[in-house]
């Protein structure tokens, strides 16, 4: 493929000049210092994206008024004494050649301050719909106030040498984006009812901004092209204020889509979703602006990246997991080295974090301990023996290969890959395989020793003697002890996603309504859908809830899409009884039976397979034992033990 010449060519954002077309969005990141500045950890993790190549760095969401961010643990400027924090931020992201802009943000209706004891606001009396707290609207008078510390905001950022302030008003959630939307905005005075009403506190922030940071000092407005619900903001009503916008002084747009929490699954698109979904938006700003237009949605590929500018539909992309996933991503796809690349796999696991919780990347374990995981050449290089080519042995030998050790990789199966070959099946799924072909791709390319169809016995540790044994050896499926579970109508999660059943069934039951059972059941729902009839697909889960081992985007979609296929869901329900046509179940006290079922699929999750820790004692000096070969893992931890493993041999 021919050299990425329009991503990395330079490009203004009024008087800024960017070395590429590649911004960073903004995420929260939960790692702030007291007093809302920025952590070492914090200035880490910026500084290696800088490193990394990236031409601007939009920082998360940066609060202008105290007491009140939008997180806990959350970013601030509303005060002078938060302004070393971000200098020292700034210089380290300039002795790369990059720029940094923060986001500045106002809480709004849907704040999780009201964790703290503090009163969520809005343009209009509501109740949330994330928190279900009840939301004052703002006076007149508190409207004042907001607008100056925007303006100080901005004159702080400045002062930290910055490079601009990028300006929050998009999705309907943050201040700015619910007074700017007919969806939240219900007021009848000087600040709603129109669109130049609903537009009027932001062009006087704009201002604010102008007025205190410098007319000469680029804002950056983010917005939503179109918020895609009823009663939301549509592309055309944005194509109408956009103008306005520039005229008020907005030096570039960053342009996304949905509304949250209505649309989080639109807001930050999940595995399987359209690659760069919000081009045609961006299109349709760059239709009534000649300033830069950045997009934002999907773009993990830097090739697509290039596509989207070559054929003008965007002037520069925004990518935030992906660069999560890999912070050299730049520089990587400027080498051409695109095989190289840590994929994003749009697991969202990266947004599941919570308060006081660490921001991670189940395929970069090293985010947020960018310098701590620095790999180090070992100084002894030993033979290492890994067991089992799943995710966690992949990542255990392609780190300890690249340390210097000599390793071998034993997978017992076919392929590399292990259970997240079938993790990858299910619909919307497929980007899981990236992960797979990646790590595969990167132990060969380290010098990794592997063997297929070849399972690790005494006898094979006699022939290596390897110094150090890794036993990732997986996991299998739980059989619960119940009368009947041995019955003929009866298989495994993995007997589906692996093609050991044939789908010829109109009735099937899957019990356990985990992600992997949804997801089952929505594969078994949608490979039924090509035969005549198709099946009624059911689920049982013993919580009150589906799916809450999910994210809450990838979670609330794959919902949306159970319905639609008609996935009959019971919940708060056991089963005691597997019977020759369906289950027993006993439902809030109550004992019932589900009849006619012609398939019941068991997702109830996996025991470790290790048939080596009791036969190693004696035999290895050193050996480990992890992932689902120790505990049931998710995949995010069965990368991160394997990464740590590989550090520590």
């Not at 503090?118 to 994330?130: C, D």
């Not at 004042?144 to 040498?161: H, L, M, T």
């Not at 198709?534 to 979609?557: C, H, K, Q």
Request: with cysteine.
């Amino acid at each position: 493929m021919a050299a990425l010449k329009k991503m990395f060519s330079p490009i203004k954002i009024g008087r800024v000049e960017l070395n590429n077309r590649i911004v960073l969005a903004p995420m929260h990141m939960w790692w702030a210092a007291k007093e809302g500045t920025y952590s070492q950890k914090m200035i880490d993790y910026y500084e290696a994206r800088a490193k990394g190549g990236v031409g601007l760095i939009t920082l998360g969401d940066t609060s202008v008024a105290y007491p009140s961010p939008y997180f806990p643990y959350g970013i601030g400027v509303w005060d002078d004494r938060q302004i070393p924090s971000l200098k020292e931020l700034a210089k380290s992201v300039h002795a790369h050649g990059g720029r940094v802009i923060p986001q500045l943000v106002h809480r709004g209706p849907d704040a999780f301050c009201s964790l703290q004891g503090i009163e969520p606001i809005g343009p209009s009396p509501t109740l949330s719909k994330l928190t279900g707290h009840r939301v004052k609207e703002l006076s007149l008078e508190e409207i004042e106030r907001v607008i100056d510390q925007f303006g100080e905001a901005a004159r702080r950022v400045r002062d930290a040498g910055c490079d601009g302030v990028a300006v929050h008003a998009a999705h309907s959630y943050h201040l700015l984006g619910c007074f700017l939307s007919a969806l939240r905005n219900k007021r009848a005075d000087a600040y709603g009812g129109s669109i130049e009403g609903r537009l009027k506190l932001l062009l006087e922030v704009l201002q604010s901004i102008r007025a205190r940071a410098g007319n000469d000092f680029p804002i950056v407005l983010r917005i939503s092209g179109d918020d895609l619900v009823p009663s939301g903001r549509p592309i055309e009503e944005t194509q109408y204020i956009v103008p306005i916008l520039v005229e008020a002084g907005v030096a570039a747009f960053h342009v996304s889509a949905g509304v949250y929490p209505e649309l989080l699954w639109r807001v930050i698109p999940p595995n399987g979703s359209p690659r760069g979904l919000n081009a045609s938006l961006s299109v349709a700003v760059k239709k009534v602006t000649k300033l830069p237009v950045m997009v934002v949605g999907r773009i993990t590929d830097p090739r697509l990246a290039e596509h989207i500018l070559n054929e003008n539909q965007a002037d520069m992309v925004v990518m935030g997991r992906a660069l999560l996933a890999d912070p050299e991503l730049p520089r990587k796809a400027a080498e051409g080295r695109f095989e190289d690349i840590i994929p994003c796999v749009g697991c969202c696991r990266c947004t599941a974090g919570g308060v006081g919780k660490e921001t991670t990347c189940m395929v970069n374990p090293s985010v947020g301990r960018e310098k701590e995981m620095t790999l180090i050449p070992t100084k002894k290089p030993r033979k290492v023996l890994v067991a089992g080519g799943g995710l966690a042995g992949l990542e255990a030998a392609r780190i300890a290969a690249l340390r210097g050790h000599q390793v071998s990789l034993c997978e017992k199966g076919g392929k590399l890959g292990g259970q997240f070959n079938l993790a990858s099946i299910p619909p919307y799924k497929q980007d899981l395989s990236l992960a797979i072909q990646y790590l595969s791709r990167q132990i060969e390319k380290a010098g990794v020793i592997t063997k297929l169809n070849t399972e690790v016995t005494p006898n094979l540790i006699g022939e290596i003697k390897p110094d150090v044994v890794v036993i990732a050896t997986g996991g299998s499926p739980c059989i619960p002890d119940l009368p009947g579970i041995d019955g003929k109508n009866v298989v495994t999660a993995h007997d589906v996603l692996g093609g050991a059943v044939a789908m010829r069934f109109k009735n099937v039951l899957v019990i356990g309504g985990g992600a992997v059972g949804c997801e089952v059941a929505e594969f078994v729902a949608e490979q039924s859908e090509m035969t005549i009839g198709g099946a009624v697909v059911s689920i049982v889960e013993m919580l009150p809830a589906i799916a809450t081992d999910m994210p809450g985007g990838p979670r609330a979609w794959l919902l949306h899409r159970l319905r639609e296929k008609g996935v009959r869901m019971t919940t708060s329900a056991t089963v005691k009884e597997v019977l020759d046509d369906g289950v027993a179940i006993a439902q809030n006290g109550t004992e019932s039976t589900i009849r006619g079922i012609d398939l019941i699929v068991l997702a109830l999750g996996v025991k470790p397979i290790d048939e080596l820790t009791s036969v190693l004692k004696d035999k290895v000096a050193e050996f480990h034992v992890i992932g689902d070969a120790k505990n049931p893992r998710t995949a995010l931890e069965a990368i991160a033990e394997g990464a740590q493993v590989g550090r520590d041999v």
